[in-house]
């Protein structure tokens, strides 16, 4: 089965992704009006300064925060983010980077925030000159442990990372961490790259938060900084050092806003319903199926989405076996694997048609004598 794509064309296998928005399935499906703006901006000059700082205004009305900057993704804005707690606006500091020349740049995070999302988020803040400060163990974090890291002169920010990916019990919450951060008078950088919510963090008064363009928002690869203006100038002058192989061109920053505007019109009702129907339709199609154990799970970061989780019924089947008779067929069916080795395989209703839930639906039946 092919879709006569520009992937097809390349030889390449047709995808349905069932696994949600992951960057190693190029996050989301953009809109018509998302690509449109793409083809548009590559086909016009620009003066990029005056584009960066329009794209930074418009984003920042919508996040309800001082100001904003366009980065290449939320793992750069991390980066670029920990730059300008470290070498702030400085031209020499931020030419120097990531050599801070004495400056502080201890980086906090708690160790149950210690996460890898295709790279280590330690490396992402040493490329922006920091130093990583892992306090407490993977399963446990107090708040004492936080405030001792953050006592002294050599701290430049605490990171918190709201992921999928971290973990979520007996770490000290958002909200703490706010309140040391400013006992310490030290930034609070939010890693919100999945996040849907734009302004629960920055009218919290998180002082620098990064979100991914391409993933809950519905834009192309790229992602923006919101927070406090002076640190968010730091932020822009992060793209005559180390942020100048992260640049982004005009046609990421006319797709990222396109999908902004859409975002807010999105009628969020309407697509909770549909998400239902795929959903239904899969889980439907194997209804009868003895061997499986269906259920429906809610996002472990606690956004509103809802997934199919599938498990063997009394260890009847290996999951594994499952994914790769899903992957291995044309077209290749993506399901998101994280909890594969607890024997949970979840489906991912967002950037699945009701036409792709019925292939899903059969595929799943196919793989049971």
Known sequence: ???????????????????????????????????????????????????????????????????????????????????ACVAGDDPAAVAALPDVQGRPDGVVIQAGHRVNFGAPIEQMVRLGGGRPVIVGKSDHVTDREVARALDGST????????????????????????????????????DAAAEEDLQRYIGLGVDL??????????????GFIAGRAELVLACEA????????????????????????AYDQHDR??????????????????????????????????????????????????VHDLVRHLAEGSPSIRTRNHHLDDGLLLIDPREVTEAQAVVIGERLRSFFP
């Not at 339709?281 to 970061?301: G, H, Q, T, Y």
């Open 269 to 318: 009702a309407a697509e909770t319903e549909r998400r239902k129907r795929v959903n239904r339709i899969i889980c439907e199609a194997v209804a009868d199926v003895a061997m499986l154990d269906l259920s429906a799970r809610m996002d472990e970061a606690g956004r509103p989405i809802e997934r199919i989780a599938i498990r063997a019924r009394d260890g009847a089947f290996d």
């Open 155 to 190: 701290v430049a920010a605490l990171l918190y990372v709201q992921s999928h990916h971290t973990a979520h019990e007996r770490m000290v919450s958002l909200d703490r961490c706010l309140e040391l951060a400013r006992a310490a008078g030290v930034p609070l950088i939010v």
């Open 238 to 261: 992060q793209t005559r050092g180390i942020a100048r192989p992260m640049k982004v061109g005009k046609e990421q920053i006319a797709g990222l806003l396109a999908a902004l505007e």
């Open 1 to 83: 089965m092919t879709d006569g794509s520009i992937y097809d064309r390349l030889g390449l296998p047709s995808v349905i992704n069932a696994a949600g928005k992951l960057t190693a399935l190029g996050g989301t499906a953009q809109s018509e009006l998302v690509a449109a703006a793409q083809a548009e901006a590559a086909r016009r000059h620009v003066d990029l300064a005056a584009l960066r700082a329009r794209a930074g205004e418009l984003i920042a009305e919508r996040c309800g925060a001082e100001a904003a900057s366009v980065t290449t993704g939320a793992a750069a804005g991390v980066v670029i983010a920990v730059a």
């Open 209 to 222: 938060v990064t979100y991914s363009g391409g993933k809950a928002l519905g834009g192309p690869t790229v």
